[in-house]
């Protein structure tokens, strides 16, 4: 279903946001690259209501002059969430959308009811990982498979200022000194998926959330670097399918979909 | 009486209790791992010298439960320890392995101990069906057809293909085959209607533990017999076996302490994250067909847990006590199922080593003598 443009005014500012599909609300934070649609988002936009606001700054937008931090972005998410939405929703958050989509769990707990973080920025990596500022060693980094990946059709202009606004979120060193102590209070059922080829987010974090949010869900997409959807979207859309549907009950196969893991065998 | 002597192999020091299953193994230590194993074996291996008739191994995953992940290794570090016993692989979890391998496994094991193997054909329970992400709803149709797919790959003299509902195999022929003709017998267990018909179905022997009420263990005893009968065989005594936690020491004192102590870590630690990823399984999915089993299993764990010591004593669930105690409750639990398999699991939960082998001693030189008439 195709991804429609609309505005929201808010006291801070004007919000541009995308919305696609029917069903539940599922509001999708963007990363770092801006806002763009994948196969999987498109899937999901079968079932699910998809919200995708742009953060300010982002994409050609005008930024907000109160909005300066992850924290704040997070806080402009609840307000975006309660206006437009104006009840509990899925969230899915990638990548820098997934640091936004942390503070949105610890601050807004309210707000999400089951929360995907896609190679989520914003917590310790071990001193590992980062975004290369070259762009074409960052896609090289982004993509496993730079043929599977959306064709760039934003102005290099507008890719150039997307960046610049990690600087304006404090956002340039992919970490965050303050969400680590706090990500703990997540109570909200959380699938964290990352890729296994993922150089910019390496493991160190998806361990780091695993052990901290109570009973959330680690799961490894094999074959993938940073941009998961692209670059796996089959096995991407599986996992967050059967986790929005099912929850913690993810984990049990149930024989429609899932392959067996028995060699010879079928299921 | 026949008396087996079985081994979970738990992890004894995980130090708080876990919620979440899996249970993460960042607390595993490798050398205290190794420890264990090397224990454990020697333990297990010394049942044969205190007059056990059988040494009982099973599969578990992906917790401090146990350390038999697949108990055929345990068992072939048996076979060259131990010359008499048998070796009860109780068992593979049948539907979640590859059928065929399971028939090849159990082969090897038959052959190198010269047909001591006693195959344990095993569902597993709920939560093993997310270890190995089979889907639970099918576990008793898979363990049908992959039992029946086993029992051709031992007795099938030209090699054969096999095209089944769950599995596919083109063209199959075990080297080597059972030393045991026509092949190892099957151990299944039978804790609820459902499952106890299945194995009377299969001709196995019928394994009941974890007894939470000895009336219900008697209805599914007789119900056993009764299908049984209808599928023209007739089981005997020894078909039956009954496993027990036990704990025998020099006094009953004594083996209350340790039994206390130790069926505390059992339920609170071990036992315990299980129970989260058991409810996903049993709620979310048909893995118990019959209306009433999910419940009953749920129910059974529940009373086990909340029940006293002296309950669980009184209730037939465990033995434990002075050597003559000990023999009494055995008597009495005999008399109320005509069994004739005992199986003792005396390593429960963290109970010290020292304190198992002073107890499998007792057993050998005071608790079987004054039980032989049974």
Known sequence: ?267 | MKFNFFHLMPWTDYPREPTEWPVSNKEFEPERGRQLYADYIDCMAYAEQCGFDGIGCNEHHFSPYGLMSNPNLIGAALVHRTKRVNLAMLGNLVPLLNPVRVAEEYSMLDVMSGGRVIAGMMRGIPHEYIAYNVPPSDSRERLREAVALILKAWTEPEPFGWEGQFYQFPSVSIWPRPYQKPHPRLLMSGTNEESVEFVAQHKAKLGIVLIADLALARANIDLYYKVARAHGWEPVPEDILIGHHTCIADSDEEAREHMRKALDYFHHILMRPQRSAQELVIKKTRYYQREGSSDKFQARLATLRARSLEEQIEAGSVYCGSPETVAAQMRRVHKALGHGTEQLTMKVGNMPDKVVRRGMELFRDRVQPALKDL
Request: aromatic share 8%.
């Open chain 1, 1 to 267: 279903m195709p991804f429609e443009r609309q505005e929201l005014n808010l006291p801070s500012g004007k919000l541009s946001y995308f919305v696609a599909g029917s069903g539940a609300p599922l509001l999708y934070l963007h990363p770092a690259g801006g806002f763009s649609v994948s196969k999987p988002l498109e899937a999901l936009s079968e079932r699910y209501k998809i919200f995708a606001p742009v953060t300010p700054g982002f994409d050609g937008t005008a930024s907000h002059a109160d909005v300066t931090s992850m924290e704040q972005l997070a806080d402009l998410a609840a307000r975006f969430a309660e206006h437009v939405i104006g009840k509990r929703c899925d969230v899915i958050g990638q990548s820098f959308g997934g640091w936004e989509a942390l503070w949105l769990a610890v601050k807004h707990p309210g707000t999400i009811d089951h929360l995907v973080l896609e190679a989520p920025a914003g917590v310790p990596a071990g001193g590992k990982g980062g975004l290369p500022s070259d762009p074409a060693e960052a896609r090289r980094k982004l993509f496993a498979y730079p043929d599977r990946a959306p064709p760039v059709t934003k102005p290099v202009e507008q890719l150039q200022g997307n960046r610049r606004m990690l600087d304006h979120y404090g956002a340039a060193s992919l970490s965050d000194a303050v969400l680590p102590a706090r990500v703990a209070a997540i109570a909200a059922p959380t699938l964290i998926l990352m890729g296994t080829k993922d150089e910019i987010i390496p493991p160190e974090t998806g361990r780091f959330l695993k052990e901290q949010i109570a009973g959330s869900h680690l799961a490894y997409v094999y074959d993938a670097a940073h941009v998961i959807q692209s670059d796996q979207p089959e096995r991407y859309l599986r996992l967050v399918s059967a986790f929005l549907e099912r929850g913690d009950a993810y984990i049990v196969n149930w024989g429609s979909s899932a392959a067996s893991a028995i060699p010879g065998g079928t299921t």
